[in-house]
């Protein structure tokens, strides 16, 4: 089975920390994705990578960026974390994209911002 | 216009009984369709992807329409352990990498 393993199952910050959360995946998959979920709003697109050093943004970027220097290892930053930025954030990977290909994602990341 | 629309529920059904949700998609080009499941403060999971065809798997069954743009999850003989958010989960055609689009979720509860 895939395996996406997030660093932190629940982490509390202060406004204006920089903050970072790691993704690592076991199977060899080109595409990760960081979403967050929000109640009513769903998961949404931060950013996603689909090759080492390689990222597009996704929906809501703002506040946010990525690293990907290794291929099973994707990490989210948030530069100055603000109140907002609290929520719980998914990371998932996919293997290259072809006719249904699935997203397996990690654990989950509750981020509190205080 | 969202890409993908559920009703959010949600579905209050007793046990055994049979449930239905619907999911609606935007784009017409749209290549892959699948359901995952949610429990409450967890990661979603896989439950079914969607074929053209329409596929079943013990007590669900999956359907896409493609005329009408929408995909169904149909639950038979509901079970407690069913209670979940079931999220929808569109892609589209035409990336080299896959895109995938969430609806809200429908939130299913079951009861004795």
């Known amino acids: 089975d895939v395996k996406v393993t997030q660093s932190s199952r629940y982490l509390v910050k202060r406004t204006g920390e920089k903050v970072f959360l790691e993704c690592v995946q076991d199977?060899?998959?080109?595409?990760m994705f960081w979403y967050r979920q929000d109640p009513g709003l769903g998961l949404r697109l931060i950013y996603f990578?689909?090759?080492?050093?390689?990222?597009e943004k996704g929906d809501i970027p703002e506040g946010y960026s990525v690293s990907r220097e290794k291929k099973e290892r994707f990490s989210l930053i948030l530069e100055s974390a603000s109140t907002n930025q609290t929520s719980m954030y998914l990371c998932?990977?996919?293997?290259?994209?072809?006719?249904?290909?699935?997203?397996?994602f990690g654990s989950g990341t509750q981020l509190s911002v205080l | 216009r969202k890409e993908v629309e559920q009703d959010p529920g949600p579905f209050n059904v007793p046990e055994g009984a049979t449930v239905a949700f619907n999911c609606t998609y935007s784009?017409?080009?749209?290549?892959?369709f699948f359901w995952y499941r949610q429990d409450c403060r967890k990661e979603p999971k896989l439950l079914m992807s969607?074929?053209?065809s329409g596929n079943e798997d013990g007590r669900f069954t999956a359907q896409l329409n493609r005329a009408s743009q929408y995909i169904s999850l149909l639950i038979r003989d509901s079970k407690l352990s069913d209670s979940a958010t079931y999220l929808c989960?569109?892609?589209?055609?035409?990336?080299?990498?896959?895109?995938?689009?969430f609806g809200s979720g429908t939130k299913l509860n079951v009861k004795p």
């Open positions: 199977m060899d998959h080109e595409n």
């Open positions: 990578s689909y090759d080492v050093k390689m990222k």
């Open positions: 998932a990977s996919s293997p290259l994209a072809g006719a249904n290909e699935k997203l397996f």
């Open positions: 989960v569109v892609t589209p055609r035409g990336y080299n990498f896959n895109k995938f689009y």
């Open positions: 784009n017409s080009a749209s290549q892959s």
């Open positions: 969607v074929y053209s």
